[in-house]
């Protein structure tokens, strides 16, 4: 290999291909060139190898527990930043002044209500659906309210829908969990903050004022901050899928929530909370640890492992830290917290996950802090898919603009029948 070709021989052929170098991280092979001059097709299941897009958005070193957002760690975001802020900074790629901040916060806040026909839409769910399944249903349903801003090839129109979502996404979330408690649905109450207007609307009753506890209202913005966009994550590459066919952002975020539903993704919250308490107390500990080790028994340790992070993931550091915050501020101390804490500590000095790099990952204490704070299991993966809609909108956004943009459109190793006739009913 020259020092920017890769040579591949196969079936007497030998090409060369371009290597291609980022800002940061490994270099990329690009193959593009190869089925037409080799026939051949590359094999990649789960895209363990494959980079699938340019994207100057996102960095993470996984081997060294790094993920930086348009250059800036996480860390730092997560202390000093707001979900405003690295909202902005995720969709236009620097940081904003004040005057750039109060705008574009203005902006969010002038867009945070939904279309009124839209709460009577959710009553056409059953009261006890996963607030989940309403979230695709809802955020699917905006390009039926939003005709206005869904041409794809207008700049204006992207940035709006951007806004749109952004903004609606807190109400519609809170307006899934009111549904599901039979509360009433409350507006948005602009003076408040993006976060603290979602609590409000999430936990306020119309008969009493609510009044936000800041120590919440900071730990669930950090909470938004370290979920806001995590590179071509299955949820992320879904949204881009799909948006790649020129399908309308809504449509596009809607196919995003779903992918994200499942446990070995955003669903992992829920599932991680379940399991501690399933295990109860420190003592149970060694008998799940013995359950994950063993290859004939589904039973994962949930929020546990990445397919990126083979060190500890970042996000967990500062997810840590906030649930110490959080019941500070509450006056709480569930006991699950200990539970976690001990688990971390036996996982991580067994050499089964020693040897396999797994740490814990973002979801590990995120759904004590969520707890802590009222929501309910079911809710966890609904904030998750609040804050990652500006990380959808901002990829979607960036794979729009880029001219190069095709339909995605993998192939396959067919491993069906060979050709053949068919058989009339009667004769089979
Ligand atoms: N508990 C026990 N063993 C595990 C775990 C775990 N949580 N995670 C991985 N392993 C083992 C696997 O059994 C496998 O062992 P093997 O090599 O002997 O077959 C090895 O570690 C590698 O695991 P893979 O599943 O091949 O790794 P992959 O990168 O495909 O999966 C994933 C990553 C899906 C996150 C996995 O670690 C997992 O299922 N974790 C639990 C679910 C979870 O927490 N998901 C949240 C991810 S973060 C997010 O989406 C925000």
């Given amino acids: 290999m020259s020092e920017n070709q890769a040579t591949l021989s196969a079936d007497g052929k030998t090409v060369e291909m371009p290597v291609r170098s980022g800002t940061i991280g490994p270099d990329v092979v690009d193959i593009r060139k190869l089925y037409g001059q080799t026939g051949l097709f ?29 250059g800036y760690p996480i860390g730092q975001l997560a ?27 203005r902006t969010i806040s002038r867009h945070t209500m939904v279309h009124e026909q839209l ?59 009111k549904y599901s408690v039979g509360q009433p649905f409350l507006y948005p109450k602009n003076e408040l903050s993006y976060t603290g207007n979602f609590l409000r609307m999430t936990f306020g009753v119309p008969a009493e004022e609510y009044e936000v506890v800041p120590e919440v209202e900071r730990a669930m913005d950090r909470i938004f901050i370290l979920h806001a966009d995590h590179e071509q994550n299955a949820s992320t590459s879904t949204v881009r899928l799909a948006g790649s066919s020129g399908a309308n952002p809504f449509a596009c975020m ?29 003592d149970k500990i060694p008998h799940y640890i013995e359950r994950a080790k063993d290859k004939n028994d589904p039973f994962r340790l949930m929020g546990f492992g990445h397919r990126v992070y083979k060190n500890y993931d970042p996000r ?35 050499p ?15 759904g004590i802090i969520l707890s802590a704070i009222g929501f309910p299991t079911t809710m966890f993966t609904v904030l998750f898919a609040l804050a990652r ?24 190793l067919y491993t069906g029948p060979t050709q053949r006739d068919y058989i009339p009913l009667n004769q089979r």
Avoid at 255 to 265: D, E, N, Q, S, V
Avoid at 322 to 336: C, W
Avoid at 352 to 366: A, T
Avoid at 396 to 407: L, R, V
């Fill in 42 to 70: 590359t094999y990649d299941p789960g895209f363990t190898s494959t980079a699938s897009c340019d994207s100057a958005i996102t960095y993470i070193d996984g081997d060294e527990g790094v993920l930086l957002h348009r």
């Fill in 79 to 105: 202390e000093h930043s707001s979900f405003m802020e690295v909202s902005y900074l995720l969709l236009n790629g620097e940081l904003p002044n004040q005057d750039e901040l109060a705008e574009f916060t």
């Fill in 119 to 177: 709460s009577t839409f959710y009553r056409g769910f059953r009261r006890d659906a996963h607030p989940m399944a309403i979230m695709c249903g809802v955020v699917g349903a905006l390009s039926a309210f939003y005709h206005d801003s869904t041409d794809i090839a207008d700049p204006q129109h992207r940035k709006i829908s951007s806004h749109r979502l952004i903004a609606k996404m807190p109400t519609i979330a809170a307006m899934a969990y």
């Fill in 254 to 282: 809607a196919a995003g929530i779903a992918c994200l539903w499942g446990p070995a993704h955003g669903g992992a919250n829920e599932a991680a909370l379940n399991m501690l308490k399933e295990i109860g107390t420190p």
């Fill in 316 to 350: 967990a550091t500062v997810m840590q830290q906030t649930v110490r915050e959080v019941f500070s501020a509450l006056k709480v101390n569930d006991p699950l917290f200990e539970t976690a804490l001990r688990l971390e500590e036996i996982a991580l000095s067994d």
């Fill in 352 to 366: 089964y996950f020693i040897e396999k790099k797994l740490f814990p990952n973002v979801d590990f204490y995120s």
């Fill in 389 to 412: 809609t500006v990380g959808w909108v901002a990829q979607w956004n960036e794979m729009i603009s880029d001219p190069g943009q095709k339909i995605g459109r993998p192939r396959q």
